[in-house]
Nanobody
Framework: QVQLVESGGGLVQAGGSLRLSCAAS????????MGWFRQALGKEREFVGY???????YYADSVKGRFTISRDSGKNTVYLQMNSLKPEDTAVYYC?????????????????WGQGTQVTVSS
């Protein structure tokens, strides 16, 4: 059974940085596309970005230039580096895996999910 565990969330002031980690067990995701999503209170789950097995990344316009996704296949871990954080980045952040690889910006395109980690940005 695949398990994803996110960590690194917390409270940060606007303009600050956080790095989220997503560690996988039960599956080697070296060929999977790994995505990050977020869900603010009362809102739908929103695409943040993904990284493909090749290392290619793609980001939502709202985070482009501020967030960076990377992966360490040896550690079976994906990272989300978040810089220049804004109060509107406040949400629960989830990582997810897409077994078939390829592009994926919709939650329905992902097969397995972590439990989420809270990020709160104060103004």
């Amino acid at each position: 059974q695949v398990q994803l565990v996110e960590s690194g969330g917390g409270l940060v002031q606007a303009g600050g940085s956080l790095r989220l980690s997503c560690a996988a067990s039960g599956r080697t995701f070296s060929s999977d596309t790994m995505g990050w999503f977020r869900q603010a209170l009362g809102k739908e789950r929103e695409f943040v970005g993904y990284i493909m097995w090749s290392g290619m990344t793609y980001y939502a316009d709202s985070v482009k230039g501020r967030f960076t996704i990377s992966r360490d296949s040896g550690k079976n871990t994906v990272y989300l580096q978040m810089n220049s954080l804004k109060p509107e980045d406040t949400a629960v952040y989830y990582c997810a895996g897409r077994i078939s690889g390829g592009f994926g910006s919709s939650p329905g395109q992902y097969n397995y999910w972590g439990q989420g980690t809270q990020v709160t940005v104060s103004s």
